[in-house]
């Protein structure tokens, strides 16, 4: 049986932004180093004049050159020493806000889906990737998805929040009609690119300001039928673990009731929805809610936080909380239902 990681990550280099024109060459990042009082180094990507940490969230376990892809071969090899035969691969610099320009935004989503491209050219199919889009601009936007989804992308990359607006803001129903006839998901993964939202929480260890911000989406959806008015999009929750599933649709039954409303008994299915668990959810309890059909999971590689967990497809295998037919859903079927592997 296939093993596919659902979220898996890359850590951007200055060879992700060598795809820009020279006319872009103002809005490259720039890598910042320090020394702080007792000698360490540090490095920042300076992008648009605002810094951000290039060593944050990086998890060390990983080979340095398959983690940043510099080396393809060795991440395959690392894949297959994991036992994975495909990861889907999501970004790491945009999981906040960078920008407020939207030639900047541009430039910057252009570059990392190019390198993307070649990267999953080279993989040989194992590696696929979510799309950054420059959706301050929505007819470029849509464009790049078209070029994207021609070259290798299986899946919309977007955060919680977006700039100042929420997903489902009438404002990106372009974006998810395009989405729909292109076959492609899109994915809300734990992030969030308000600038507002994300300096409020500046001190907050990434719960309120990239996590909640993210949960909030699905209800938000969902609450304003979102899914309804788009019958064929997929939405896949990513990095969230799924431990709030029943949280969430237990708070949406009740409010949903008292507007005449219906939840329904598969809400995720009846949504087209798929969130990502974690080993260390209460997995029995979650697919009483979620359905057996809409769990899938990632190990987060390249990353080190709350979600990684390098060995988490072989995990969840051994664990036994669940019944094999649906492991064997979660580690294959239903990713690949997700992402029209």
């Known amino acids: 049986m296939p093993i596919i990681d659902a979220d898996a990550h890359v850590l ?3 060879r992700t932004w060598s795809y820009m024109a020279k006319s872009e060459e103002q809005y490259r990042p720039r890598i910042v180093r320090t020394t702080d009082p007792l000698g360490v180094e540090n490095e920042w990507w300076l992008i648009d004049g605002r810094t951000h940490s290039k060593q944050v969230n990086v998890g060390h376990e990983t080979p340095e050159a398959a983690r940043e892809m510099a080396d393809i071969q060795a991440r395959l090899r690392h894949m297959d020493e994991l036992g994975v035969d495909v990861q889907v691969l999501y970004p790491t610099v945009f999981l906040r806000p960078i920008t407020q320009r939207p030639e900047a935004e541009l430039a910057l989503a252009r570059s990392y889906n190019r390198w993307l491209a070649d990267i999953w050219a080279e993989g040989k199919g194992r590696l696929r990737w979510a799309a950054v889009l420059p959706l301050m601009t929505m007819d470029a936007a849509l464009a790049e998805l078209r070029w994207a989804k021609d070259h290798g992308a299986c899946a919309v990359f977007v955060r919680g929040l977006e700039g100042d607006r929420r997903l489902s803001d009438p404002y990106y129903f372009p974006l998810f009609e395009e989405a729909s006839s292109l076959d492609l998901p899109i994915c809300p993964h734990s992030g969030n690119g308000s600038f507002d939202v994300h300096d409020f929480f500046v001190d907050e260890p990434g719960f309120c300001k990239f996590k909640l911000a993210t949960v909030g989406e699905f209800h938000g959806l969902i609450w304003n039928d979102v899914p309804g008015r788009f019958p064929k999009l997929r939405f896949g929750f990513i990095e969230l673990s799924a431990q709030w599933v029943p949280y969430v649709l237990h708070d949406l039954g009740r409010r949903l009731a008292r507007r005449g409303r219906q939840l329904g008994d598969a809400p995720l299915r009846d949504n087209r929805i798929w969130v990502a668990c974690q080993t260390d959810d ?18 987060d590689y390249g990353h080190n ?5 390098i060995t ?9 909380v669940v019944s094999p037919a649906v492991i064997d859903k979660i580690l294959d079927a239903n990713a690949r239902a997700l992402y029209a592997l």
């Not at 209460?282 to 190990?299: E, N, W």
């Not at 988490?312 to 036994?320: D, S």
Request: proline share 0%; aromatic share 6%; no cysteine.
């Open 312 to 320: 988490a497809l072989q995990t969840l295998k051994e664990q036994g």
């Open 305 to 309: 936080d709350t979600s990684s967990e």
């Open 12 to 14: 951007e280099t200055e």
């Open 282 to 299: 209460d997995l029995a309890y979650v697919l009483q809610y979620a359905g057996a059909d809409r769990i899938i999971i990632g190990s």
